[in-house]
């Protein structure tokens, strides 16, 4: 049957309804959500950072905080790389060509920053100035 009156109504996959009250334990963390007050007289809103962490929402940060991760720990292999070819372990000819560019550009990249940058520290003709 069709028609407006026979129409199902039916949610989309990964709506939640709002359960805008919370009940905190003994630590103050959130143990229950609610659709009312009764036991719990505290409302948040839906988008509220704690109540997206309790029902298991990634953080809105979590993006960049994963680019942040993945940049710092780029940079540790490439020390690791730097490493392990100052220790002739390895040859920068025994990687991969596309590695080798790569790891090159992103070393003459890095140098042309730091020139570029301040330099608080560096020796002067005028000795330790700070």
Same mark, same amino acid.
């Given at each position: 049957?069709?028609?407006?009156?026979?129409?199902?109504?039916?949610?989309?996959?990964?709506?939640?309804?709002?359960?805008?009250?919370?009940? =905190? *334990? &003994?630590?103050?963390?959130?143990?229950? $959500?609610?659709?009312?007050?009764?036991?719990?007289? %505290?409302? @948040?809103? #839906?988008?509220?950072?704690?109540?997206?962490?309790?029902?298991?929402?990634?953080? =809105? *940060? &979590?993006?960049?905080?994963?680019?942040? $991760?993945?940049?710092?720990?780029?940079?540790?292999? %490439?020390? @690791?790389? #730097?490493?392990?070819?100052?220790?002739?372990?390895?040859?920068?000819?025994?990687?991969? *060509?596309?590695?080798?560019?790569?790891?090159?550009?992103?070393?003459?990249?890095?140098?042309?920053?730091?020139?570029?940058?301040?330099?608080?520290?560096?020796?002067?003709?005028?000795?330790?100035?700070?």
């Amino acid at each position: 049957m069709t028609g407006p009156f026979h129409e199902r109504q039916t949610r989309p996959v990964g709506i939640v309804r709002r359960m805008p009250y919370v009940r =905190r *334990d &003994a630590s103050g963390l959130i143990e229950s $959500l609610h659709r009312s007050g009764g036991d719990a007289h %505290e409302f @948040l809103a #839906d988008g509220h950072d704690e109540v997206q962490a309790f029902v298991g929402s990634p953080a =809105r *940060d &979590a993006p960049q905080a994963f680019d942040r $991760l993945d940049a710092d720990f780029v940079r540790v292999i %490439e020390d @690791l790389i #730097d490493t392990l070819i100052v220790k002739n372990v390895i040859n920068i000819t025994d990687l991969p *060509d596309q590695a080798q560019a790569k790891l090159f550009a992103r070393k003459s990249f890095r140098e042309r920053v730091s020139k570029s940058s301040l330099q608080l520290f560096e020796p002067t003709d005028f000795g330790d100035v700070i």
